[in-house]
């Protein structure tokens, strides 16, 4: 009977305050790659780092934008693409998902895997 009822309690509290936010988190591993190997990596104008590259990102419905730049190869722009994560569907049942929205977990960084072609400059 206990079982039960710490189950259920569980339960309702996980699906009251945001589901995409409970099961999956307000944050997702990215990893930018670059060929060749060992390119700047900016995220929304800020060095992170040289890639292979791995960075954790506070899903936002804002857009994010990485730049890969190497000497002697022209610098690639991409804007990051975010799908809606299927998770947060259960949620609109509960409060119109509007915990997921507010925390960003509404939507998941689609792909979380970028390689980056460079090309040399001519």
């Given at each position: 009977?206990?079982?039960?009822?710490?189950?259920?309690?569980?339960?309702?509290?996980?699906?009251?305050?945001?589901?995409?936010?409970?099961?999956?988190?307000?944050?997702?591993?990215?990893t930018i790659d670059s060929?060749?190997?060992?390119?700047?990596?900016?995220?929304?104008?800020?060095?992170?780092?040289?890639?292979?590259?791995?960075?954790?990102?506070?899903?936002?419905?804002?857009?994010?934008?990485?730049?890969?730049?190497?000497?002697?190869?022209?610098?690639?722009?991409?804007?990051?693409?975010?799908?809606?994560?299927?998770?947060?569907?259960?949620?609109?049942?509960?409060?119109?998902?509007?915990?997921?929205?507010?925390?960003?977990?509404?939507?998941?960084?689609?792909?979380?895997?970028?390689?980056?072609?460079?090309?040399?400059?001519?």
């Amino acid at each position: 009977m206990v079982k039960k009822l710490l189950l259920g309690l569980g339960l309702s509290c996980s699906l009251a305050f945001g589901s995409a936010t409970i099961f999956k988190g307000t944050s997702q591993a990215i990893t930018i790659d670059s060929e060749p190997e060992g390119a700047k990596e900016y995220l929304d104008g800020q060095l992170r780092g040289k890639t292979p590259l791995s960075v954790s990102m506070k899903k936002s419905l804002s857009t994010h934008t990485i730049r890969v730049i190497k000497e002697g190869y022209s610098p690639v722009v991409r804007t990051m693409e975010k799908s809606y994560d299927p998770v947060a569907l259960v949620n609109i049942i509960w409060d119109l998902s509007t915990t997921d929205l507010l925390t960003g977990a509404i939507v998941e960084y689609n792909p979380n895997n970028y390689m980056i072609k460079l090309e040399k400059k001519k």
